[in-house]
């Protein structure tokens, strides 16, 4: 076994015992606290598998922002989960084996190319085309295509340009939504008479909220 | 020169192996030890020690170079930052009520935990 | 030789994993976060080593400040209920 292998075996299982961690306490701060864990391990793991840049969005936005995303969320609803009915966790529990078994039965196939293998139509298809516009080939003084030395950020701030402008619009339309109902209580505590005693105080938090 | 090589190699290699070690010290204090305040002072001993000699030894291997002030800088802002995140958690536990076990380690098997049951959930 | 480091640290964030979800205080918990975040830092940067690519250290930088500003939102949020209270009414209950 090479290095990375042994790595990323034991990463792996603590990954699988943190999500067993997840779906079985009924604490929902202490799953917030185990979805940080989660995230810090997924993104050591993309670090192993070379992925540096992955890694460095999982950092921020898993470790980071979903964090308080989520204790934000807390405050607006209950700090304990409530288990749902028999028949719905036997349905969940079902679809969950099926999906899982699939995935496994999925990487049992022949067909399918080995982890880090070449010859994968990922690495044939359009990478060598990618690579070739953008670094220096060899002994060639050929100008290179795009001129941006990273190739990820080559794929996508150039060729799919549109594609990341969609993403980074969908990602803006969701942070405005989570913002707007995050926002709410806020709001509606300051209307609330009983919990702002002083009318003064009440009338700095409105100018507070404004900037 | 060689013999400098020969010696910066040892030396690096004792301060991983004694980061290493601390690190597990301190994780296997953070499992063991019986309530918050005491998990605390094992979580120090990662924070400084591990995490000090860890990067010391990596600082060692990797010469003059770029890795060499990331890795300082790193060593700079976990000098900073733990001490604060743990003066932050201390204040957080205290403020919540907590007490620290002031007491031998016989009597906190009897009644160690009894301070802390207003906060504990269904781990 | 890194080897001695990296086992190490992966032992000790199997071990604080082990209090994360152990618990029982919620401070525990937080506690065992930012230990396991200190860890990750050390693990990212000893594997920068062990792969030959030191490079990785911009992240294992990114991570050591996350971390801090993640366990502070947290305790403020405990504390507070809030993101954005100000914290001038906390002077006296430290006695």
Redesign the interface.
């Given at each position: 076994m090479t290095?990375?292998e042994i790595?990323n075996i034991?990463l792996l299982t603590?990954l699988a015992?943190?999500a067993v961690?997840i779906a079985r306490?009924?604490?929902l701060?202490?799953v917030t606290?185990?979805s940080?864990?989660y995230s810090?391990?997924s993104?050591?793991i993309f670090?192993?598998l070379d992925a540096?840049d992955v890694?460095?969005t999982e950092?921020?936005v898993g470790?980071?922002i979903t964090?308080?995303l989520l204790?934000?969320t807390?405050?607006l609803t209950d700090r304990?989960a409530r288990d749902g009915s028999r028949a719905n966790r036997a349905g969940a529990m079902i679809v969950v084996v099926a999906l899982g078994g699939a995935l496994f039965y999925a990487t049992l196939d022949p067909m399918m190319p080995r982890f880090g293998d070449p010859r994968t139509p990922a690495q044939t298809h359009v990478a060598p085309q990618y690579l070739k516009d953008t670094v220096p080939q060899g002994s060639s003084k050929e100008p290179v295509k795009v001129g941006i030395p990273n190739v990820v950020t080559t794929v996508l701030a150039s060729y799919r340009g549109y594609d990341t402008l969609g993403e980074t619009v969908v990602i803006f339309t969701a942070g405005i939504a989570v913002l707007l109902l995050l926002g709410q209580r806020r709001r509606r505590r300051r209307d609330t008479p009983g919990q702002n005693p002083s009318g003064n105080k009440d009338a700095d938090r409105a100018a507070g909220a404004e900037d | 020169m060689e013999i400098v090589n020969h010696i910066l190699f040892y030396a690096s290699w004792a301060l991983l192996a004694a980061g290493g070690l601390l690190c597990v010290i301190g994780a296997f204090g953070l499992v063991r030890f019986p309530e918050t305040y005491t998990r605390m002072h094992a979580a120090g001993v990662i924070d400084t020690g591990g995490a000090l000699l860890i990067l010391a030894g990596l600082m060692l291997q990797s010469g003059l170079t770029l890795e060499t002030v990331k890795l300082a800088l790193i060593m700079f802002f976990l000098l900073f930052t733990s001490p604060t995140a743990g003066y932050a958690l201390a204040r957080g536990t205290w403020s919540a009520g907590h007490r620290p076990i002031t007491h031998t380690r016989s009597d906190a098997r009897t009644d160690g935990h009894s301070d802390s049951a207003g906060m504990t959930d269904d781990g | 030789m890194f080897w001695a480091a990296m086992i190490g640290i992966l032992v000790a964030l199997a071990l604080a994993l082990v209090r994360a979800i152990a618990g029982p205080t919620v401070y525990d918990r937080i506690l065992a976060v930012n230990s396991f975040g200190t860890l990750t830092v050390l693990a990212l940067s000893v594997i920068g080593f062990l792969m030959g690519r030191p490079d990785f250290l911009d992240i294992a930088l990114v991570y050591a400040l996350i971390n801090f500003i993640g366990t502070i939102a947290v305790l403020k949020f405990l504390r507070y209920g809030d993101f954005a209270r100000a914290t001038q009414a906390d002077d006296n209950d430290l006695v």
């Open positions: 290095v990375e790595i034991v603590m015992l943190t961690g306490l009924r604490n701060f202490a606290m185990l940080g864990i810090l391990l993104a050591s670090v192993v540096v890694a460095f950092a921020a470790a980071g964090t308080v204790l934000g807390l405050m304990e | - | -």
